[in-house]
């Protein structure tokens, strides 16, 4: 095996698998480093966005993680809120992804970790450019102005090796020896709180929930927890579950009564064997910066939260998917240095928005709400607030992960942010939509690289005579007239990770150019 490649990336779990075919479909070669032979059995990171399951889509497994979900359709994978337990009179439907379903060209999944990174570890086998070292983990890390040296060590063995690369990466998770061997310094927020994590089976728990049909994850809000959640999701369709609740400091597997949580919490007791139970400080992290130099970071390894309203692994495939082209494009002499700053400057202020804007959010609302109302002291003025969080949504809407204000995103002000408006309409710095019923069809007309969807004629040419002067690779698919009355413009410029670059109407081969230069980070070359 050579020991030079285009990019080292150190964790191979679902982000650093995501990125390494990200780079790999565009010829660009990798060498993963992951610590384990096989995925870790742990039911974490399910509920997988309308948006992630397009980045399945683009690396060509979307079909193979349908086939992978543990619960068979027909079942269900909605979420639901209760007050007080479980079984409680007091419910209603929450994070329901359909009501954002529109606007995006796949349907969301819910399926665990472990089944994602199967899926993802077949699909880097079939790609030759990737190269996986499997039980093997990074111990050094040095960088000079041409590349970096990775040194890696066996876990169970005495073999050592020097990786180099172009570029390092950083997908180690929470404890990244990546970051911290660059030098990134990282910001925390923490909750002074304990949280037990608790994997069981019950065929009975299933039986009691079939009162609420198409569930797949159940949040419970109790005054005694302060907003903190005492959280169920479904493993699989009729036994396997998963939970996590805060617990007093100082809790072990011995001097705590894991069992009596799960009935306080469900408002009944039943039968339930335990597979796992382990624990984690509840704080929110996130890195200062995203690069140092040749070295970037990526999902955990960036950012982390406590498992609240299933941002993680979605926040860690886009950090993929738009570091992966940006770090091709420089690779293949199109791209920049502002390029590649562009990472961080858009994917480090949407994870500050996430966390602010609706993981603490969410803590900081239901703890106010449970605060000022009391079914045992106020029926009415309960259930009028009840009725009015029912109604108001639970954060699916106002998600919407968006770039404006980027340096790479001309027509934009502002900052990048998670908060956003979803539309149909093309607009700079977002997703591009679906267009009403062809939204299959413009998603198939989108390649690994930039793509031009224009109306007329001489738009389409200024656009190929700048990039190729501008050595630009870009598609020019035909497009349909419906697209653009969807759009609501007549030109759109889509990104390699699918978001608008730039959109509007009839251009000037010189205005062609000058869009392209500053999409690309070239402007101030």
């Known amino acids: 095996m050579s020991n030079s490649f285009d990019v080292v990336i150190n964790g191979g779990g679902p982000v650093g698998l995501g990125l390494a075919i990200e780079l790999g479909q565009r010829g660009i070669r990798s060498c993963v480093v992951e610590r384990y032979p096989d995925p870790q059995p742990i039911p974490k990171g399910q509920n997988l966005t309308q948006r992630t399951a397009e980045h399945f889509q683009a690396w060509g497994c979307e079909a193979e993680l349908r086939t992978a979900h543990p619960i068979p359709e027909g079942g269900g994978i909605g979420g639901m809120t209760a007050y007080g337990q479980l079984l409680s009179d007091h419910t209603y439907d929450w994070l329901n992804r359909s009501n954002v379903r529109d606007y995006y060209f796949a349907e969301n999944a819910r399926l665990p970790q472990y089944a994602t990174e199967r899926v993802l570890r077949a699909r880097a086998a079939e790609i030759p450019e990737i190269t996986v070292l499997y039980g093997w983990s990074g111990e050094g890390l040095e960088q000079s102005p041409d590349g970096v040296r990775l040194q890696i060590r066996e876990r169970d063995g005495d073999g050592e090796q020097v990786i180099e690369a172009a570029y390092a990466v950083g997908c180690d998770g929470s404890r990244s020896f990546v970051r911290d061997a660059a030098g990134i310094s990282e910001t925390l927020s923490d909750h002074n709180r ?270 190929k005579a700048a990039a190729e002067e501008l050595n630009i690779p870009l598609a020019i698919p035909e497009s349909a007239p419906d697209w653009h009355r969807h759009w609501g413009k007549s030109t759109v410029l889509v990104r390699p990770d699918g978001f608008v670059g730039w959109s509007g109407g009839d251009v000037t081969s010189g205005d062609a150019r000058t869009i392209l230069r500053q999409t690309t980070g070239q402007a101030g070359d």
């Open 194 to 463: 304990l949280m037990a994590l608790l994997v069981f089976r019950s065929e009975q728990l299933h039986d009691l929930l079939k009162r609420y049909p198409g569930k797949a994850f159940y949040n419970v809000l109790h005054p005694d927890y302060e907003g903190y959640w005492l959280f169920f999701g479904r493993v699989d369709y009729g036994l396997s579950w998963f939970f996590h609740a805060p617990v007093p400091y100082g809790t072990t597997t011995e001097n705590f009564d894991f069992r009596a949580l799960l009935h306080k919490a469900v408002g009944q007791t039943f039968d339930l064997d335990f597979d796992h139970i382990g624990f984690w400080d509840l704080r929110v992290s996130l890195a200062d910066t995203y690069r140092a130099g040749r070295v970037f970071i990526a999902g955990d390894a960036a950012h982390s939260h406590p498992p609240y309203g299933g941002y993680g692994i979605n926040t860690g495939f886009e950090d993929a998917r738009n570091l992966g082209w940006k770090l091709a494009a420089t690779l293949r002499g199109w791209g920049s240095d502002a390029l590649l700053d562009s990472y961080s400057a858009e994917r480090q202020p949407v994870f500050a928005s996430t966390a602010r804007d609706f993981i603490e959010n969410f803590i900081h609302e239901d703890r106010a709400f449970l605060k000022a109302h009391d079914p045992q002291t106020d029926q009415d003025g309960f259930a009028k607030a009840w009725r009015a969080r029912a109604e108001g949504g639970s954060g699916v809407e106002d998600f919407e992960p968006n770039y404006e204000g980027s340096p790479i995103v001309p027509q934009t002000s502002g900052r990048p942010s998670a908060k956003g408006s979803h539309s149909l309409v093309a607009r700079a710095g977002h997703h591009l939509p679906p267009a009403g019923a062809e939204g299959r069809t413009v998603s198939k007309a989108l390649g690994h690289d930039f793509t031009l969807l224009a109306h007329t004629p001489g738009t389409a040419q200024a656009f």
